[in-house]
């Protein structure tokens, strides 16, 4: 399976099946991360944590505090897509890791406003 990051008129695909957004609260300044699985027609987030809680980052129910993060396993389903929108008081943007790497999405010298992250096909 493949995923694809459309970027304006720009795709890059993926072949994955997992990848990590990490980003970093725009007032909270704490991390937040989600783990995603790519399936052949949605995207469906796994797992998420959060340094802290606060200004729209609070844990689900029955999250759990490991010392760092509070974890937990969103209750949504799966998705078609998700976008992500770029904003000026969060400059660096989102950190987008898959196959052991990393790179950074939707920062300030980005020309899409909105990154589209979807399956795609092979």
């Not at 027609?41 to 844990?59: W, Y």
């Not at 993060?69 to 992500?84: M, S």
Request: glycine share 10%.
């Amino acid at each position: 399976m493949s995923l694809c990051i459309v970027t304006g008129s720009t795709v890059a695909k993926i072949a994955t099946l997992s990848f990590t957004l990490a980003w970093t609260h725009s007032v909270q300044k704490t991390q937040w991360i989600e783990e995603w699985r790519v399936g052949p027609a949605s995207l469906q987030i796994v797992g998420a944590r959060a340094e802290s809680n606060g200004a729209g980052m609070e844990p689900q129910a029955g999250a759990v505090f490991d010392g760092k993060f509070w974890r937990w396993k969103p209750v949504l389903g799966p998705l078609p897509e998700v976008a992500l929108r770029r904003s000026d008081a969060v400059p660096e943007g989102w950190t987008f890791c898959a196959l052991g790497q990393c790179r950074a999405i939707g920062t300030a010298t980005d020309a899409a406003d909105i990154i589209y992250l979807r399956p795609c096909p092979d």
